[in-house]
């Protein structure tokens, strides 16, 4: 996979990530507000190296990245690992949205596309996650989608003078398709009829 497509989403499409993305990147793994949440996907570097980080993503068939884009300008990204040797689930490594458009719904609709994606159109059975337990807007995006806590590491991460927890989180199918019933992008694998088969053809 690589780098994904287009996925649209309601207010968000993501979308191929391109070199011009790049800068866009690096102020956010550099971007204080970002590393307090979550681990960097790269350290800031230098331009070269972040072209190698994106010639190296091209070529990784156990993960997807996709930039995202709203309003017709780049937003964020997506970063999304397949299982190790078994691509039936996955996790999401990065999901960052720029801090200066935080809490603006962004976050939100990209996660229930990809999830979409995953879920109706990749046909996973299950998703993983691990949350840091200061991380309200993850949590809170986590815990819509239908994850639930099944581990927890317990003060995992210091900052601010204190320790925050890691939780470990996971949604499966079943849980999905009973909160997103009605809200299918993708027919279900096995429901679009074959073409007809034409007499004596083989
Ligand atoms: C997590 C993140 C992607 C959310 O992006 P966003 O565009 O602000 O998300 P939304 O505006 O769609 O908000 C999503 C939900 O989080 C809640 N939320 C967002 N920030 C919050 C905060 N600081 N405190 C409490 N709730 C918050 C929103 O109210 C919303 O809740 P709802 O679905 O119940 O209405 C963004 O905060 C981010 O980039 N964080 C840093 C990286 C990170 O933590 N990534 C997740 C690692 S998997």
Redesign the pocket.
């Known amino acids: 996979m690589a780098l994904g497509g287009i996925v649209k989403g309601k207010k968000t499409t993501l979308r191929t990530p391109v070199e011009g993305d790049l800068a866009a990147y690096n102020r956010w793994m550099a971007d204080l ?2 590393r307090h ?2 681990k960097p996907w790269h350290e800031p570097a230098m331009p070269a190296t972040w072209k190698e980080h994106l010639k190296s993503q091209t070529k990784d068939k156990d993960s997807i990245l996709w930039s995202i884009d709203a309003d017709g300008a780049l937003v ?1 990204l997506i970063r999304f690992e397949f299982g190790w040797g078994d691509h039936s689930w996955g996790w ?1 490594n ?4 720029e ?1 200066d ?9 990209a996660a229930v596309a990809l999830h979409r994606f995953l879920f109706d159109y990749l046909d996973l059975r299950r998703l993983n ?1 691990t ?1 840091r337990s200061d ?4 949590l ?2 986590a815990r ?1 989608l239908g994850y639930v806590e099944f581990a927890r590491g317990h003060e995992v991460h210091y900052r601010d003078g204190g320790y925050s927890d890691e939780l470990w989180m996971l949604l499966e199918r079943p849980t999905w398709e009973e909160r997103f019933a009605g809200e299918r992008e993708y027919a279900p694998l096995g429901a679009v009829a074959a073409p007809a088969r034409s007499k004596g053809g083989g």
């Not at 990065?94 to 949205?97: A, D, F, K, N």
């Not at 603006?104 to 609709?109: A, F, L, V």
């Not at 991380?135 to 993850?138: V, Y």
């Open positions: 507000r970002v949440l979550t964020g999401v990065q999901l960052i949205v801090p458009l935080w809490r603006k719904g962004h976050g939100g609709d996650a949350i991380a309200a807007g993850a809170a995006l819509r």
